[in-house]
């Protein structure tokens, strides 16, 4: 299993010691549930500007792009487009992408 994606290291420093507490039944499955979501990384809408400057920060094609995220080029084209909108798994990776770069999924 990978290791979770942090907002910053003070967060993973308190994630880590909830998942402690947690781990001997200091802290319940709800409270952990809520950190879970403050520490870790947080997926926000992207418009297809922000996808189309991410991938050319990136210096690679759609193609190339496509291949890291495990989509079809044409999938991203849409995306740069606006004709469609990325969502679930897709848009974690990209959220990925823009805050820790390609390297982070290749």
């Excluded at 809408?45 to 920060?57: C, D, H, V």
Aim: include cysteine; charge should be positive; proline fraction near 3%.
């Amino acid at each position: 299993m990978s290791e979770p994606n942090y907002r910053n290291r003070r967060l993973e420093v308190l994630h880590k010691t909830g998942a402690a507490l947690a781990s001997v039944g200091a802290l319940d499955k709800a409270t952990m549930r809520d950190l879970d979501a403050f520490c870790l990384t947080q997926v926000e809408k992207m418009t297809g500007e922000e996808i189309q400057a991410l991938r050319e920060r990136e210096h690679v094609s759609q193609a190339i792009f496509a291949h890291h995220l495990n989509v079809r080029a044409k999938l991203v084209s849409d995306w740069e487009r606006g004709v469609k909108h990325p969502s679930g798994p897709s848009l974690k990776l990209l959220t990925l992408v823009r805050t820790k770069g390609l390297d982070a999924i290749a």
